[in-house]
């Protein structure tokens, strides 16, 4: 994938999926593997940290009730106040995205592997953002098995992660950015084979690129 106008530095995969879809799995073998993955989650959580900036701005904009009494984030009351208000929702994302890229990019300066993961849950909704990445690797599964996972994990009833599923971007358009498809419709152990073949492409592309 182009990398928009900076300098290729290193050879870097967004690693996407829907929720339940088996991306934290996929991530832990390429881990295992030696290959550094940075989570976007990761990022959200460590850029609204007490007495960091987005912190501020988000209690400006919405208020001293999206905050715990030790004035750390309430990522419940905040989850509500955006789940079913757009607007609300943008906003928030104007001030925590920006941040998470900035993190994101600043790991990936450091890293000294031969090649890094980025972890990007909502890579489809961002993919402009993202266009300096390399390549995009997306874990699929049918959405079947995504509700009976939710259902399991979370403890929640069919209809609740059904309404998880239509909170996203579709499957299509999650298929239509990616370069790479792991299929995560069976065992987790089938994984495996999928995440090893993957490993030493890119090993095999960073070192061409760099060569």
């Known amino acids: 994938m ?3 106008s900076d300098p290729p530095t290193h050879y870097v995969v967004a690693l996407t999926g829907g929720v339940a879809s088996g991306k934290s799995a996929v991530a832990r073998r390429f881990e295992d593997m030696g290959v550094r993955v940075y989570d976007a989650d ?3 959580r460590e850029v609204v940290a007490p007495r960091e900036p987005a912190l501020a701005e988000i209690e400006f904009v919405f208020g001293a009730g999206v905050l ?3 004035g750390t984030l309430n990522r419940r009351a905040m989850r509500e106040r955006v789940f ?3 607007v609300a929702r943008a906003k928030l994302e104007k001030i925590i995205h920006p941040r ?3 993190w994101l990019r600043r790991r990936v300066g450091m890293d000294r592997g031969p090649y890094c993961l980025l972890a990007i849950p909502l890579l489809v909704e961002n993919r402009t953002d993202y266009a300096w990445v390399d390549r995009v690797l997306l874990v699929d599964a049918p ?4 509700i009976e996972r939710l259902m399991r994990r979370d ?3 069919r209809s609740a992660a059904q309404q998880m599923l239509d ?3 579709t499957r299509a358009a999650r298929l239509a950015i990616a370069d790479d498809v792991i299929v995560n419709d069976g065992a987790e152990s089938a994984l495996d084979a999928q995440v090893a073949a993957l490993h030493a492409r890119y090993l095999a592309s960073a070192a061409a690129r760099f060569s």
């Open 68 to 70: 715990n009494t030790d």
């Open 143 to 146: 959405e079947a098995s995504q």
């Open 167 to 169: 909170a996203q971007a």
């Open 84 to 86: 079913a208000d757009p």
């Open 100 to 102: 998470v890229r900035a």
């Open 2 to 4: 182009k990398r928009g």
């Open 155 to 157: 403890g929640i009833t």
């Open 42 to 44: 990761v990022a959200a």
